[in-house]
Nanobody, 133 residues
Framework: QVQLVESGGGSVGPGGSLILSCVAS????????LGWFRQTPGNDEKKREG???????????YYSPPVKGRFTLSKDGVKNTLFLTMNNVQPEDTGIYYC???????????????????????WGQGTQVTVSS
């Protein structure tokens, strides 16, 4: 059983930065996809957009094109926490950000990105990010 708890959302102006945290409980040290998805206004949970992905064990990452170069993943192994550092945020980054996890020992990080939200079994409660001037 995996439990995920996000924090760190808030309001920020365009060009600003935020750091989101996802604390994971359960045995996910290896063979798991950990991902950040966002749900933008007007879209339901089926249309959550995959943003950034981390493969536990290998430590490899994958970023979606809209955020590549602006967002960065890092993981604190001791605290079992996945961080998403968001730099140069823009209004289109506004949404509810969810942390998700799924067991996939054979997956590479880019496979974690290709998987749909329905493929992920464990989800956090979400944290709101609002970017406006």
């Amino acid at each position: 059983q995996v439990q995920l708890v996000e924090s760190g959302g808030g309001s920020v102006g365009p060009g600003g930065s935020l750091i989101l945290s996802c604390v994971a409980s359960g045995s996910i040290d290896s063979g798991y996809c950990l991902g950040w998805f966002r749900q933008t206004p007007g879209n339901d949970e089926k249309k959550r957009e995959g943003v950034a992905f981390f493969k536990t064990g290998t430590g490899t990452t994958y970023y979606s094109p809209p955020v590549k170069g602006r967002f960065t993943l890092s993981k604190d192994g001791v605290k079992n926490t996945l961080f998403l550092t968001m730099n140069n945020v823009q209004p289109e980054d506004t949404g509810i950000y969810y942390c998700a996890a799924e067991s996939c020992p054979s997956c590479a990080a880019n496979n974690c990105y290709i998987m749909t939200p329905r493929d992920y079994n464990w989800w956090g409660q979400g944290t709101q990010v609002t970017v406006s001037s």
